[in-house]
């Protein structure tokens, strides 16, 4: 059974800083997979879309969000079938819960607080 781990979330004040750790705890390679990361603010209605913030494919290409390019990172540890979030200049926007994916599997999220 594939399960994705999540940490690294928390409450941060505006301008700080956060990183997210996500590992697929199975031995079978993700790495012809797409890893990354994506949101849900608080007070969206009940099956809104996850909004995708970063992406990187296999072949190491990263995608992000508009709103989060140049604020963001993402890397992966193909080794370890882990993907990494580095997240600064946080804003109070970015306060949201953050899911891991991995493939098709979607991590339990983590929430990231960012207070004015």
């Known amino acids: 059974q594939v399960q994705l781990v999540e940490s690294g979330g928390g409450l941060v004040q505006a301008g700080g800083s956060l990183r997210l750790y996500c590992a697929v705890s199975?031995?079978?390679?993700?790495?012809?997979?797409?890893m990354g990361w994506y949101r849900q603010a608080p007070g969206k209605a009940p099956g809104t879309q996850r909004e995708?913030?970063?992406?990187?494919?296999?072949?190491?290409?990263?995608i992000y969000a508009g709103t989060v390019k140049g604020r963001f990172t993402i890397s992966r540890d193909f080794a370890k079938n882990a993907v990494y979030l580095e997240m600064s200049s946080l804003k109070v926007e970015d306060t949201a819960v953050y899911y891991c994916?991995?493939?098709?599997?979607w991590g339990q999220g983590t929430q990231v607080t960012v207070s004015s």
């Open positions: 994916k991995a493939g098709d599997h």
């Open positions: 199975v031995r079978t390679t993700f790495s012809s997979y797409s």
């Open positions: 995708l913030v970063a992406v990187m494919q296999s072949g190491g290409m990263r």
